[in-house]
């Protein structure tokens, strides 16, 4: 990112001067909501209405136009009709404005496209850049900025939300409100006709208020961007993600509402997991992760404790750790040291460690400081089911310190607080202090998890990327050659040059012209082999007698050599014979079907599952957006359901998995470094056992003319 | 169920008199608490307090016994340590009392395992019937009974929860009142020495203030019993069901906390889904559904609506409809019609129908009460997401009235809102009038799908039960000779013969004593045939080269009759040969794996996945509890992940469904009616085209003796 970008985004959450054209003393106007948020927000900077009537807005002056204020302004919001945007942002551009909000909607979202172009062009040359159109506005906490035009105040905190949707938008700022979520930020994404989610997160990576970033998506637009934005941003800070259209209907739905192609949801989902992202099924699971991720540290190991007063509930935590891959410690001698002295004797220190239902606030201060305490243990559920007992005036008290001791251990701990009006209000009054609590078992351990998932990519990931060595003028030259044939597709024989520039195995073949030559070829490629006739006079070859299988020694060869050419000259007297194919049997072993190709949102992704059956009634397939190194293509291996297969299964030696890796990242280096190719599909790859390698028998690939500058 | 039990039963839930044994004026004492309890509940029926120490407990006069109360006492609630507990018994006996509830705890679930034995045996004796021990009581709307010791008071409504965990229990007393989730009975379950969940649902079924029931299980005892009673109130009523210890380590906790069983997760899902429960994955997924179940009716087609003011959550909701299996209307035409006039140009009556971020609350009652009225729409789903300009002061009275508009009209509504603190006030003031709305789409969404699942289940359920015409004496004679053996197994010849008896087509195969049979047999059972020599003294035939495959003529028989006996006599000339076994060559087909045994918690259930790898690897397998008909099987084999397999893919033609059917029945059929088998598992069925068959080819069958009345 260069400095200068890096500084326009900056204005856009950080002005010292802003200027809402637009501002209006009519109530019904967007543009005063937008000037009386940024009042009533407390905005630091200097702040100037523009409006053509000028007068006085809400006691400050306002100017006729942005070019009549005598200072530099740092960002203009633009919230009036469409039909006048362009001679406002023409107005800011001789203004030198570096950054400007379009509020205003009417743009390419309704087939307007022209316009929005315009805009873009004037901006472009000016050196300006353009958030939006057709958005509610933007908050940013660092300048006590809310320049949105939402009903509702902005509760400041360490939650940063960018959004397609405006309504969602809007409703998450009361939503968030209502449930005691601070936001750092809150950015309206619109149209996109310039800044995108990526410029955006390349700035709140970098901005201190911000620990989590929540995103909702309904469309990518520029994917490969939005990959590199992304591992940039989660090495640093986790990042939520709520995509929607994730079904055929809803992404119908999202195309027709925001003119963008939802694209296949396994792409996106596989995408997001080798971000790092953590994609969220709905809003109040997003909430619950973002307000846990935001308020507590990463686990730093895997020894997670449940501590509960009720055996039900600990069970339901126990399952939902598994689904939520969570390790709970099992080292029943350190559980009883650490445990023991707070659990009575009809209790269990085993973990789920039960102190049972007598335990009252003293009780469970006593069990939840020992983990925090603990060298052996990194991560604590808190489990506490509503009892007739229990001393509920010292629940929230006891939560808040056992909280602290973990913050101050630098561990994370969940509570799950299942009960009635008395914990209610505890509850109530811990969120207000931004402690997450939840009231569900399931929504507790769900947020531990999300924080696991993250702690583990952070641990697992590495930015090094791997690319094998391929030949890729030999390649080019092949796809020019088919190109300039006016082919979209390479024939076999070119398909396999291919794979022979990238140096990948396939099945060995020679063509020979004399009895002599095929013994030769039969005999230094082994036996047994298949011999065709070679011919483009020939379609069908095996109903010309122009094959033959499994050859296994010389006399077979020549008796075939002669069978064949007799053959082909009975079934056609003129055909030209170009030769005779003498072809390696493939052996039979694990068939897997790797492909590649250029997609819509995400640029280049390749793509592997078990052959045959597995991909075509199992959908048992994966993929990976590129870059990628070998560690990345064996967890994406391993995301394969049929994966146990290539590890051998029924007694059988485990296949070369080695060689399947090298093999995905040299077609990815293939569809990386080679523009002409949109699709590979190598089906069957038959794969052997370690260190038999494997034969790629049959590679289809399209291409088609670079779209000049469509890679930079 | 006969009458008199249902009658002692109806005496827990509305007992017209009600003694509390362990009454005490001492507010530490459970028996206290109880009381206080009922007192504060409102109980209508005669109140006896009993207590050794006499005197008067909060205003009612105590008794030393119960036999000195001077009335009939329909129930007794026992709250005093467990020694004394028996004794308490025996005097409830001697009084007549019918209906017991121990609230006590320290027996078989700490191990004393004898002193309830005792306690069921005296109960037994003297017709009465026990709840407990290890509960904390249990609440009754119908007769404002509230015989608990939580602390906070229940709200009455429709919900009935039976809850496996005491301290989940009194917790969701609390929450559910937080929640606004009024509840016609709760019910601890406790050790269940001896009413169980079955005999409380045959109760609860029949009650009008029931209309959804939400059961907390952690492992299950009786489980044919279970699915017995499962089935017979879904056919009436939803039940909602917890079932924890779903994970590996989950178990182990709800075994070592419970004691009993929680068994395989996989088959108390298929089983949950053939008795038409709907299993939740928390607490509040079931809050969420039992809400909206108790509140409004069941769908009475598949066409849904979306209406919202927000693309985003639009696209959302349309995400959750598809995972929910809610089916959402498409008719372009009657969309428009219907919502037209609510829905501005700039919005889309295309469903999900948009009414803009605009609209008001008169917007929304407009577009709200059209699907209402609409003959062509079944259930709608409203969705708001707060804007800066809705009259949130009428949200409320319009969620009201378009709520009511559709129970008037006998259709199910389910909403959505999202916002800020406003919506939050209307929100609050709704959930109190009982109208069911969610602040999250998913959750609402989610809710109305599983009034789909509901409805589905019911459309499609039947109770008749189809068993195949299978030879029991024959088999049965198989069994006893095995067992007479001393024998756990069948051996191949009688698992055949078992399957003979069952009208399962086997390969065909005789033994042959001469060459002349060997050829008539050969030609009867049609070639290619496969031969092998028939020989106790020979283990390894193939080694002994006494098996010859693929014979495709009376000459190649005749030759490989007299080879396999010379092989055989020189492998081993002591040999006795019992003859030479034609078989027929089974021709590849699809291969197919179907079981049954008898499962700890269900008995009987039966299994069926695609054979090898599949089953193996990909642990593509379904489960169902018996009995069965044609349907539900066909609705098992629909479950299973490569269940294209069988309808035919890659151009194959459709497998013969109906006989796999036909043998999945017979299968339940033997290991219902032959108590002497365990286990039956065949692998592999080999599956032939439509008309074709199958043939089974290999069946092991494991055989006991059957256990004294353990099949009434």
Redesign the interface.
């Known amino acids: 990112m260069n400095r200068k970008q890096d500084d326009t985004i900056r204005r856009l959450f950080e002005p010292k001067s802003f200027a809402v054209i637009g501002a209006s003393r009519n109530p019904t106007k967007i543009g005063h909501?937008i000037f009386k948020n940024v009042l009533a927000g407390g905005y630091k900077g200097r702040l100037y209405p523009i409006s053509p009537s000028g007068g006085e807005i809400l006691g400050h002056r306002a100017y006729a136009s942005i070019e009549e204020v005598d200072d530099q302004i740092d960002q203009a919001t633009i919230a009036i009709p469409a039909k006048f945007v362009l001679e406002a942002i023409e107005s800011c551009a001789r203004k030198g404005v570096p950054a400007v909000q379009i509020i205003t909607s009417g743009f390419s979202e309704?087939g307007n496209t022209g316009a929005e172009q315009q805009i873009v062009a004037t901006a472009r040359s000016a050196g300006m850049r353009i958030l939006g159109p057709n958005i509610f506005g933007l908050y940013s906490a660092t300048s006590s900025l809310n320049s949105t035009?939402?009903?509702?105040s902005v509760m400041p905190g360490n939650v940063a939300i960018l959004?397609?949707?405006?309504?969602?938008g809007?409703?998450?700022?009361?939503?968030t409100?209502?449930d005691n979520i601070g936001l750092s930020a809150i950015v309206s994404l619109g149209n996109k006709c310039d800044l995108d989610e990526a410029d955006l997160l390349d700035y709140l990576v970098s901005q201190d208020e911000t620990r989590v970033i929540l995103m909702?998506i309904?469309g990518v637009k520029n994917g490969e961007r939005l990959i590199e934005a992304l591992k940039r941003t989660t090495a640093y800070k986790p990042v939520v993600v709520?995509k929607?259209?994730?079904?055929?209907?809803?992404a119908m739905?999202?195309a027709?509402?925001?003119g963008s192609l939802a694209g296949s949801d396994e792409i996106f989902d596989a995408i997001m997991r080798q971000c790092g992202v953590l994609r969220a099924?709905?809003?109040?699971?997003a909430f619950n992760w973002c307000k846990f991720l935001a308020r507590t540290r990463l686990p730093a190991g895997d020894r997670a404790v449940i501590v509960t007063?009720?055996?039900?509930?600990?069970?339901?935590a126990?399952?939902?750790?598994?689904?939520f891959g969570i390790e709970?410690l099992d080292d029943q001698e350190t559980l009883k040291e650490v445990f023991g002295p707070a659990t009575p004797s009809?209790g269990?220190t085993?973990n789920?460690v039960?102190i049972t239902?007598g335990a009252n606030s003293a009780d469970y201060h006593l069990a939840l400081s020992a983990p925090a305490r603990s060298d052996s243990m990194d991560a604590t559920l808190a489990l506490y089911?509503?009892?007739?007992?229990f001393d509920s005036d010292n629940m929230a008290p006891m939560v808040k310190k056992t909280y602290e001791a973990h913050c101050a251990a630098g561990k994370p701990i969940s509570y799950a607080i299942?009960?009635?009006?008395?914990?209610?209000k505890a509850m109530a009054s811990l969120q207000r202090d931004g402690i997450p609590v939840y009231?569900?078992?399931?929504?507790a351990v769900s947020s531990l998890g999300a924080a696991y998932r993250y702690k583990n990519y952070l641990r697992e990931q590495s930015d090094e990327v791997e690319e094998d060595e391929i030949d890729a003028a030999a390649i080019e030259s092949v796809i020019q050659k088919a190109l300039a044939d006016g082919r979209s597709f390479l024939l076999a024989s070119e398909g396999s040059a291919v794979m022979r520039a990238a140096g990948i195995t396939i099945p060995q073949s020679r063509i020979a012209n004399s009895i002599t030559e095929a013994v030769g070829f039969a005999e230094s490629i082994g036996y047994p082999v298949v011999m065709k006739v070679v011919s483009r006079d020939i379609l069908h070859k095996s109903d010309a007698g122009g094959v033959a299988l499994n050859l296994e020694n010389k006399t077979e060869v020549i008796d075939a050599y002669e069978a064949i050419l007799q053959n082909a000259k009975a079934y056609k007297p003129d055909a030209v014979i170009n030769g005779i194919e003498i072809c390696e049997m493939v052996k039979p072993g694990t068939e897997l079907i790797v492909g590649a190709r250029r997609d819509a949102s995400f640029g280049p992704i390749v793509m592997c599952g078990l052959g045959g059956?597995y991909v075509?009634?199992?959908r048992?397939v994966v993929f990976r957006a590129l870059p990628l190194n070998r560690r990345e293509v064996m967890r994406m291996l391993k995301e394969i359901?049929?994966f146990?297969?290539l590890m051998g299964?029924?007694g059988e030696a485990r296949k070369d998995i080695d060689t399947v890796i090298g093999t995905i990242l040299k077609v990815a280096t293939i569809i990386r470094r080679c523009s002409g190719i949109t699709d590979i599909e190598i089906n069957p790859i038959v794969v052997y056992e370690q260190g038999k390698g494997l034969k790629a028998v049959d590679a289809r690939i399209l291409i088609a003319h670079s779209r000049e500058g469509h890679h930079e």
């Open positions: 909501n309704v035009f939402s009903g509702t959004t397609q949707s405006g309504a969602l809007i409703a998450m700022i009361g939503k409100a209502v909702y309904e709520i929607s259209g994730r079904s055929k209907r809803g739905a999202a027709s509402h925001t099924e709905g809003l109040e699971e007063n009720g055996g039900g509930v600990g069970v339901m126990t399952d939902a750790c598994e689904k709970l009809f269990s085993k789920p039960d239902g089911c509503d009892t007739a007992t299942i009960g009635g009006e008395s914990v209610e009231s569900d078992v399931y929504q059956i075509e009634v199992m048992d359901r049929s146990p297969l299964v029924r």
